[in-house]
């Protein structure tokens, strides 16, 4: 059945009556608080069904009924984590040298994911840890006058954060815009005169080290886009329109996009846009590691918002560098384009491994009512131009999996990119348990949020300045301190690292 | 007109016609959310209304419409803050030895309340400190094995807190239950294997050193007793039943007795009562100096239900030491007990200071509003021997006074003690501004609560500990650190203060 369509807008598309009733029940089962009137409105607003998603993903529900896939694992969580307490939290790392075009994604992770190879799994840690650094390193202080800048220089930032262990240094720190009015993307300083009204710190470029680059088999630039641990606020603001790339029939989410793309010559910090400064950067790199002989490989990462950057990312460096290898690690990240972005990403080799979790949310927006019928509407007629539709592989995890975990439908903590590391830690296939030998630190999983079990007695949210970084003066007042001068955020080109 | 009145429980009193009708309706205008029905049922449950005025202490209303019974100060509360960034908090003590009696409040402090004297006033925040250091220094983490205890062994609590300035020591903890279930009262711990299940640490005794009675004029025997912050917790549990004391008509509400007076061999912390440790200790600490032929008095002081518990310590200790000075320094504090216990408070000379905020609720509990009415029902029938009243001399502030504070209906902050300490400090008369020399940290207002205006930039609820207290292992492993021996409480009776 041909439909009259909206390349741009699919919001108002009538559902068909061809449309799976079953489907529509099935969301209708999930979201037992909201009724969706099946007979009286054959269009729904995407607006309103946003919204209640978004008022989901910020309610905390009563836990559904076990449907066990998975065996749970009886071992007692706190006498496993007591055992750990006096091991080191990380494995010896390996030599992938021989196999680390697989491991990166040069066959699609066949033969890899399910069970998950060690190395990979350390690799898919090393990397969600850069993008957790990107939430850990962010000033989210709105009384701050830097609020939406990185805490620390560059040259200090995984020293600060206990990363230096991964062995890569970072080059340059992106920033990011967005011309379209998305109020809540926007971390904003309350002060009047600060440092950037319209730009926030959004990642990062960093390059491995020497001894790394001989373990990994290759010179990798790792790119770590920032996301956001709230979806529900960016979700609402993202018109859930897709625009077109500029090449072919490739179409991806506006909202997205614009954050990628968007500059100002009246701005400090985006002039260029992040998309620029990023692809400059990569340009730098490759260009003098070329020169030296060496492979070069290029990884993005990103969680959530920051997934979805990173997709774009790597598709317009596999314009730009056809023969690099680029792959995509991403975190709890949305759908972000049409079939025939997807196609285009497939065709010119970019690989994409997607982490989720099965009861996570984002990984199913945007349209996750409109795209799961509209899919099995697709297989009916072929491709559908609008249609948001995932990229690459997938690494499917499950809260349930993990012994450590609450239970329940705790949406943020579900969404955190501690969690999916943890998972990760924990996975060794799709039908087994939580391995008895993971060894990453379990009380990370509450930094932010409260999915640990009680009995770890973990507090929830633990991950806090003393005195909210107050500190007390000669006379015993308490005050902000003042950002040291080396952290101070400047648009002025940072001279690069000296290679 | 005679009502049939039974003496225990006043909740089922049905209103009279003669109620004035201008106070029921008064109450219904402040609650406007809430419509109370005049007409229809001539008994109210107090329950209910207890309910939603529990529910309204734990929501954040719009603001109300400014009366401006006081003018505004002007001055730019950012400067102001700013000016005094470099000043010691507090002025040079002054000597009050030869007032000291008045100051304590021995001619009903006439004439030092409004305007305030400031040697009063220096009095008032120092026991406010006392009462505040009950809070700051209580475990409240349910996780922790100690919950409900005090973090700090008595010799180090005033020097952890910053309270050595006072020039007390603490002679003695002490620890209370209640037998009846008051389950929102008692902090628990989540472990099963605890210090208690059933008592909390309630407060201590102190004593001023030689330095400090100099300056006072007199050994002063110093109690504070532990409040809550969340009043509508308790409130709701408290039955508002009122209780005979056990001498002539004097009854007071059951739950603060209960706390005041329960004991129970089974117990570690209560085969004696609250009651009792206190009365042991102000007994030995008066026959030490009294031999050594000093004048001695007794303060004690609270906040909320601590306010409560001191009025109940000192009818007691009006009791057993009848030429003993007794003065009580209590910061929104709820009715205690009626007509009776406030006239036989009255008659054994005990002195009472209730420092209020006019917006804050809870010394208007209990009987909110069956107090108001039968208030004036009393005033035309005489003596009820079952209606809550309010003892001694009021300090009344007013949130609107300081430039500091937000404004609107933040019933958590208004009623917090630092919110009170900061009015005091600003404190000239009931028709003056906030004094410009005010030097107490302005900034401490927002220790646990969002009372400061933004523009000065102090984080709401700052008071916390660095990563909640967790700590990094030698293995990088987040973990909850043991507490220092000399800090584990212990049912053993410490030797007493060497005196």
């Not at 087994?432 to 770890?456: G, H, I, Q, W």
Request: hydrophobic share 35%; aromatic share 10%; net charge neutral.
């Amino acid at each position: 059945m041909a439909a009259t369509v909206n390349p741009v807008n699919h919001r108002h598309q009538p559902l068909s009556a061809a449309v799976n009733h079953r489907n529509r029940r099935r969301v209708t089962a999930s979201f037992n608080e909201f009724t969706i009137n099946d007979g009286d409105k054959r269009s729904i607003k995407s607006t309103r069904l946003a919204k209640l998603i978004s008022n989901l993903l910020n309610l905390y529900i009563e836990k559904p009924s076990l449907k066990s896939l998975l065996q749970r694992n009886d071992c007692n969580a706190v006498a496993q984590a007591e055992a750990k307490l006096d091991l080191p939290t990380i494995s010896p790392k390996g030599d992938i040298s021989n196999m680390w075009r697989e491991i990166h994604g040069g066959s699609d992770w066949e033969n890899l994911l399910d069970p998950l190879h060690p190395d990979l799994r350390r690799e898919v840690i090393k990397y969600g840890e850069f993008a957790q650094a990107t939430y850990d390193a962010f000033d989210f202080d709105s009384f701050s006058e830097y609020c939406g800048s990185c805490l620390f220089n560059r040259r200090k930032l995984f020293g600060k954060l206990g990363l230096t262990k991964h062995g890569y240094d970072v080059s340059k720190y992106i920033y990011a815009m967005s011309q379209y009015e998305i109020p809540r993307w926007l971390e904003k300083s309350y002060v009047a005169d600060t440092w950037s009204k319209d730009s926030n710190w959004m990642g990062y470029v960093a390059v491995s080290d020497d001894v790394e680059s001989k373990r990994i088999g290759r010179r990798d630039i790792a790119v770590a886009w920032r996301g956001t641990v709230l979806p529900s606020e960016w979700y609402e603001d993202m018109q859930r329109d897709l625009e077109p790339l500029g090449y072919g029939e490739a179409m991806v989410e506006r909202g997205f996009l614009s954050i990628y793309k968007s500059k100002r010559m009246t701005t400090r910090y985006n002039k260029t846009s992040a998309s620029d400064q990023v692809m400059e950067e990569v340009k730098r790199l490759l260009k003098f590691y070329k020169e030296k002989g060496e492979q070069v490989s290029l990884t993005i990462t990103g969680h959530s918002l920051g997934g979805a950057l990173a997709l774009l990312n790597a598709y317009e460096a596999s314009l730009m560098f056809p023969t690099l290898p680029i792959s995509v690690i991403s975190f709890g990240a949305p759908r972000v384009g049409n079939i025939a972005f997807r196609d285009e990403l497939h065709h010119k080799g970019v690989k994409a491994l997607r982490v989720t979790i099965k009861q996570d949310l984002v990984p199913r927006m945007p349209g996750i009512v409109f795209n799961e019928t509209l899919q099995k509407f697709d297989d009916l007629t072929g491709t559908l131009e609008w249609v948001y539709h995932h990229v690459g592989a997938e690494l499917k995890l499950d809260v349930r999996a993990s012994p450590f975990l609450k239970r329940g439908s705790n949406f943020i903590g579900i969404h955190h990119p501690e969690t999916y590391l943890h998972l990760v830690d924990g996975y060794v296939s799709s039908n087994s348990t939580f391995r008895s030998d993971a060894k990453r630190d379990v009380a990370l999983v509450n930094k932010y949020c409260d999915m640990l079990v009680n009995e770890l007695r973990i507090p929830p949210c633990w991950y806090q300045l003393s005195n909210k970084g107050l500190v007390s003066n000669e006379f015993g007042r308490w005050v902000r301190p003042k950002r040291e001068l080396e952290d101070i955020p400047s648009p002025i080109e940072e001279e690069n690292l000296d290679l």
